[in-house]
């Protein structure tokens, strides 16, 4: 049986969520959230935004789409199309004895499995930079919000905007989407 897909994204007010491949705030509290909910799974990424974090993430397992068949990375599990990625997920999430697959971007990603996921963590920031990569807004006739932590930046300086982390859930009427 598949693991569940769970997209993992923050996004500015205006829909953008990076530009020139980079991300476009800093915020520390997301970065710890970030972690926690992908430590010990699977994470299917970008070849981009693969490249744009530059290595491997400690503790979880990351497997890179590229349509290149000579892209290699040491410590990297490589995909050439999005069902050998799920596929690949699915493997190697129980071998970890993962709960679920998470999908981390960017865009072009996103985009695809979006009909595949089952819940996307939302940072919702701030902010409403320029940028060329962008998420748009769920459907609210498929996306039910489920929770939300509203967090004012921290005193110290740390973040760069104001953030809340919201929780949605596919209304699946009862079918599983994958
Ligand atoms: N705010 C957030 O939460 C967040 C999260 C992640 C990323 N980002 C941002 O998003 C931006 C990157 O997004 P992006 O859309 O430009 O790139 P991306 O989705 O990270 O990667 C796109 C690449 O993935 C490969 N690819 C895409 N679809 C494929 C398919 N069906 N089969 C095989 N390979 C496929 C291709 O690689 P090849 O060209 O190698 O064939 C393509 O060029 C950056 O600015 C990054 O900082 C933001």
């Known amino acids: 049986m598949s693991l569940p897909l769970v997209f993992i994204v923050a996004v500015a007010k205006n829909g953008v969520i990076g530009g020139d491949n980079q991300l476009l ?22 070849r981009k935004t693969f490249e744009s974090i530059g290595k491997p993430l400690p503790g979880r397992e990351t497997i890179v789409v590229t349509r290149d068949n000579a892209w290699a990375f040491e410590g990297v599990h490589v995909a050439h199309d999005l069902e050998r990625a ?47 990569a962008r998420f748009e807004p769920l459907d609210p006739a498929q996306w039910q919000e489920t929770a939300r932590e509203v967090h004012a930046r921290n005193p110290e300086g ?7 982390f919201v929780t949605y859930q596919r209304i699946t009427n009862g079918c599983p989407p994958r």
């Not at 997301?30 to 970008?46: V, Y």
């Not at 740390?158 to 809340?164: F, I, N, S, T």
């Open 25 to 46: 705030w800093r915020l520390s509290g997301d970065l710890k959230r970030f972690k926690a909910l992908t430590m010990g799974k699977p994470m299917i990424m970008g």
């Open 86 to 132: 799920l596929a690949l997920a699915d493997e190697v999430g129980q071998r970890m004895g993962a709960s679920e697959v998470t999908v981390v971007g960017g865009a072009e990603i996103y985009r695809q499995l979006l009909p595949r996921a089952a819940r996307v963590e939302w940072t919702e920031v701030d902010l409403a930079p320029e940028g060329d």
């Open 158 to 164: 740390k973040d760069e905007a104001d953030y809340a």
